[in-house]
């Protein structure tokens, strides 16, 4: 054996493409925060309010109580205000030196900011952090579960907009199937058939006709919302019996739930959430760890590349979009059978349009899209608690906020993300 | 091992791709499969890798008839292919990339790690297992490939144009592993229709032409034998022209930079001038800033800065239709997306650019006697061969298309030409085609600014010759410039002696 060429002309694997590179500066960021900093200035320092604001930190089991924080609201506004006008300072500064920045600064941002806002909104009043943060957790559960569909079915390489469907038919049917069966866990396993029902039309039109993925799943959303409003009122209405489940107990988890803080807000929950702790990682670990990651992620990346090395495109991409529904089956369980106790109309009410949202926002990775839908949570709690203690803040206002926010990431403000290049798109062969 | 193709017919609608073709491989040999664009060949070799199946005939390994129902079989049979569009996930490493579809048989990750190591030793690839595909160089993506194909321990590979993308330097290295994995016993079917590469390599040729096998022919016979065995017609095989007669047209691009959606610069600091009445070709590898940079031109790349003026007139800044007033046409380089509307007719075709006022459209509506009359016209003139003027130019073969895209954009009065891989999957006809009409523009007295990755075709066209290299030009060089410098050009080399520039004096102090 001769190897004919000269070392020399061997391109080597660390020739990089690396173009040169232009100075480009990004004025978005420091702009938005100028734009909330002003606001803060507005509400904390001219709409200053007077009196103490009560920030409860303790519940009652917890190892050791921390005392409530007692706050200024007036000089506690003053601080907040100046510390972001700091934080904005620096973002300017970065920018026009193009630096970059890490994930700190917009956390931080937003931790103050929302400090700030808690303190001016609830001058004379106590907020209970804890409370704040059960219900987040509460409110979040439906949309991670819908989001790990979402990530699940868009890697494949079909667009999930009928997340919402999934949702709705697996709460209507977790809640019947429960009532009529009288067992809970059954109803949860109901839920989840419904949802990858759903999912296989979605699969069937989608993958072996070819219809465009955005318009199935908008009609799968409409169909299902006429069908569960339909029986609704022409059978639940009629038959109560029918509609209602048991709901799944809670379970404490010694030691943990009596964290100060986050302990009740975790460890007291329905076994729907502590499967949602394994499941998220687990998909994690999956995608990215596992030959089931690697051809999933292979047929939404480049399914004509996956083909020539005997891989079945259509019909993996059909398994897991079944799958995708059936992880957002629980969430749908998690509506009638932990959080509500009832089947009502559209229930949902446009989560899974959320959860698509987290799903984008997390760059389609299960535990940024986590992350994302935490944070639409927390938005959802903070206007009920708000709402809760009368803030002078009108609440179609509060109401507002975890759309803006979807908005806003969805507009992709938090930086470019990069879809699955053949999501959306049919896999035809000749 | 030994491959036979006994009688394969492929047939898609009306169309025969593939009639009764016969071919044999023996194992250390490489067969080249010569034809022109769309003769058949790629068709022929997705039946062979079970991508399609043929509607007639046999494939045998050593004697036995096989039946492929797809690509994993045909790769458990011991076939591989390196395709012409690489079929690799550019977000996954090599490792993954070569793991994909065979996770237990390489036993998980580090397996794949470990047999691309061991593939990479023994041909000197150099490559990290742990590097990401779209961060390597399109010359390293298929020796990736090729460790693919080797990795199932492939005894007939099959190569499906390969040096499309390679820089003359890859082609001379992907030649040599070639003949490596030749002298190792391995069975090649090269597919190409570029005489050089079948000169220098082959053991057999077999040539087909519209989808059949029209004989076997010898390393020996010269380029214009080969040429016209593929065509089936004697072939001029050189550019007709007489020397360049300069005007005082001008186009001067200067500091011409562009920048991609993530801030890199695609196009970097160009300079050039283009006199009229000659062609300059624009050479290198594909994907190095040319789509950009004429995509400049006409104005269509929004981060763009720096001059183009033509004839004085700046057109950097101003908009397409703006850029289309001031007389440039503009050939894009993927007619089906960019150049045609494929469910419009032929006819409609024609007027996409002239949809505003007299002539062709009077009180706000089209007067389709004229729309009419100009494309009949037109259709005799660029001689496209359509069954009539209401065709859709979707059905048209890409020759035709292109000649439709031709004769819209040579239809008004120009000032600037550019033409942006102009001949790109063309038959030998229609390649002809474009190129006297090139030759008639320049020789009309305007600038010609030609895109073109094929050395053979910038040779033939150009009277200075352009090479950009990640998006800079290396240099302005004459025509008669050797193969060798263009080639070390194309890698990103300056010129020797960077030879002051023959046509125009001004040249040397631009930038």
């Known amino acids: 054996m001769t190897t004919q060429q000269p070392a020399e002309v061997q391109p080597s694997a660390d020739e990089r493409i690396d173009l040169e590179r232009a100075v480009v500066k990004h004025w978005k960021a420091p702009i938005s925060y100028a734009v909330l900093t002003v606001v803060s200035f507005i509400l904390m320092v001219l709409l200053a309010r007077d009196g103490l604001a009560r920030l409860r930190l303790a519940s009652g089991g917890d190892f050791f109580q921390i005392p409530d924080a007692l706050l200024p609201v007036r000089a506690t506004g003053i601080v907040v205000v100046v510390v972001l006008a700091l934080l904005t300072a620096f973002s300017f500064w970065a920018a026009a030196t193009v630096r970059k920045v890490g994930a700190w600064l917009p956390v931080v941002f937003g931790i103050v900011f929302v400090v700030g806002f808690l303190v001016w909104a609830g001058a004379g009043a106590m907020i209970p952090i804890p409370g704040l943060l059960f219900a987040t957790v509460g409110l979040s559960v439906p949309l991670i579960f819908g989001a790990m569909g979402g990530v699940i079915s868009e890697r494949a390489g079909v667009v999930n907009i009928a997340i919402e469907a999934q949702l709705l038919g697996g709460a209507f049917t977790g809640a019947v199937v429960a009532s009529a069966t009288g067992s809970t866990i059954v109803g949860v396993v109901a839920a989840m058939v419904a949802a990858v029902l759903v999912s296989m039309v979605l699969a069937v039109f ?3 006709y070819f219809v465009e993925q955005i318009i199935v799943g908008v009609v799968l959303n409409v169909l299902i919302a006429g069908l569960t409003n339909f029986f609704y009122s022409s059978v639940l209405t009629d038959n109560p019996a029918l509609n209602s489940p048991d709901r799944l107990p809670r379970i404490n988890i010694p030691v943990l739930e009596n964290i100060p803080l986050i302990g009740p807000a975790l460890f007291n929950q329905t076994v729907i959430v502590y499967a949602m702790y394994i499941i998220v990682p687990l998909i994690a670990w999956g995608l990215f760890k596992t030959t089931w990651g690697l051809r999933l992620r292979a047929i939404g990346e480049h399914p004509l590349a996956a083909d020539t090395v005997g891989i079945n495109v259509p019909r993996l991409r059909f398994w897991n979009v079944s799958l995708a529904g059936a992880v957002a089956g629980l969430g749908g369980a998690y509506f009638t059978l932990d959080s509500n106790g009832a089947f009502t109309r559209e229930m949902t009410a446009g989560l899974g349009y959320i959860a698509l949202a987290a799903v984008i926002f997390g760059q389609w990775h299960p535990i940024k899209a986590t992350g994302a839908a935490l944070l639409f949570g927390f938005a959802s709690a903070l206007q009920q608690t708000l709402g809760a203690i009368g803030s002078p803040v009108p609440s179609e206002f509060m109401l507002m906020l975890p759309y803006v926010i979807t908005i806003l990431a969805v507009a992709g403000f938090i930086g470019q993300s990069r879809p699955p290049a053949a999501s959306g798109k049919p896999y035809r062969k000749q | 091992m030994t491959l036979e193709l006994k009688g394969i017919t492929k047939r898609f609608g009306a169309l025969t791709a593939n009639d009764h073709i016969d071919l044999e491989v023996n194992a250390g040999e490489i067969h080249c499969l010569l034809g022109e664009n769309g003769a058949g060949k790629s068709t022929l070799m997705n039946v062979l890798y079970g991508l399609y199946q043929a509607d007639e005939g046999q494939i045998l390994l050593d004697g036995e008839v096989q039946r492929f129902s797809g690509p994993g079989d045909a790769m458990r049979a011991g076939i591989g292919m390196v395709h012409q569009h690489f079929m690799l996930i550019p977000v996954f490493t090599v490792a993954e990339n070569v793991l994909l579809g065979h996770e237990k048989a390489l036993g998980g ?7 691309v190591r061991e593939i990479s030793d023994r041909f000197g690839f150099h490559i990290d297992p742990d590097a990401k595909i779209e961060d390597l160089p399109v010359g390293v993506q298929q020796r990736v490939e090729i460790i693919k194909a080797l990795s199932q321990d492939a005894k007939v590979l099959v190569f499906d144009e390969p040096t499309a993308v390679l820089t003359p330097r890859e082609t ?3 030649m040599a592993i070639m003949q490596q994995l030749r002298d190792e016993g391995t069975a090649i079917v090269f597919i190409t229709h570029k005489l050089r590469e079948v000169r220098a390599i082959a053991d057999r040729i077999t040539v087909i032409r519209l989808g059949k096998v029209v004989g076997e022919a ?23 022209k007489s020397p360049p007669v300069l005007t005082d047209n001008v186009v001067e691009i200067r500091g011409l930079t562009v920048l991609d959606a993530i801030g890199q610069k695609v196009v970097n600091d160009v300079s050039f001038d283009v006199r009229g009445g000659e062609v300059l070709c624009i050479a290198g590898v594909q994907g190095n800033g040319q789509t950009e940079l004429t995509e400049a031109i006409i104005g269509m790349q929004p981060r763009a800065t720096g001059s183009i003026t033509l004839n004085g007139l700046e057109l950097q800044g101003k908009s397409v239709r703006e850029v289309l007033d001031s007389g440039v046409g503009f050939v894009p380089e993927d007619r089906t997306v960019d150049g045609l509307v494929g469910d419009f007719t032929i006819a409609e075709n024609l007027m996409l650019d002239r949809y505003r006022g007299e ?27 359509a069954q009539g003027i209401d065709t859709r130019v979707g059905t048209l073969s890409g020759g035709n298309q292109q000649k439709v895209v031709l004769a819209r954009e040579l239809g008004r009065p120009l000032a600037l030409f550019v033409a942006s891989q102009p001949t790109r999957g063309l038959d030998v006809g229609s ?19 030609v895109v073109s990755t094929e050395l053979d075709e910038v040779v033939g066209l150009a009277d200075r010759i352009a090479v950009m290299y990640r998006g800079g030009v290396v240099g302005v060089v004459p025509a008669d410039t050797s193969r060798d410098t263009l080639g070390l050009m194309m890698a990103g080399e300056p010129p020797a002696g960077a030879p002051a520039d023959p046509t125009d004096p001004s040249e040397g102090a631009a930038a």
């Open chain 1, 206 to 208: 989608a993958i072996r």
């Open chain 2, 109 to 115: 990750l580090a397996g794949a790690k470990q047999k």
């Open chain 2, 172 to 174: 001379d290295e992907l």
């Open chain 2, 218 to 240: 010898s390393r020996e016979d010269s380029s214009n034998e080969l040429a016209s065995m593929m065509v089936g017609r004697a072939v001029e095989l050189t550019v007709q």
């Open chain 2, 359 to 385: 002539p062709f459209v009077k009180a706000g509506s089209i007067d389709r006697a004229v729309r009419d009359a100009f494309a009949t016209e037109k259709l005799g003139a660029f001689d496209i061969r």
């Open chain 2, 431 to 449: 390649i002809e085609f474009v190129h006297s009409q090139v030759i008639a523009s320049r020789d009309a007295g305007i600038p010609v600014i």
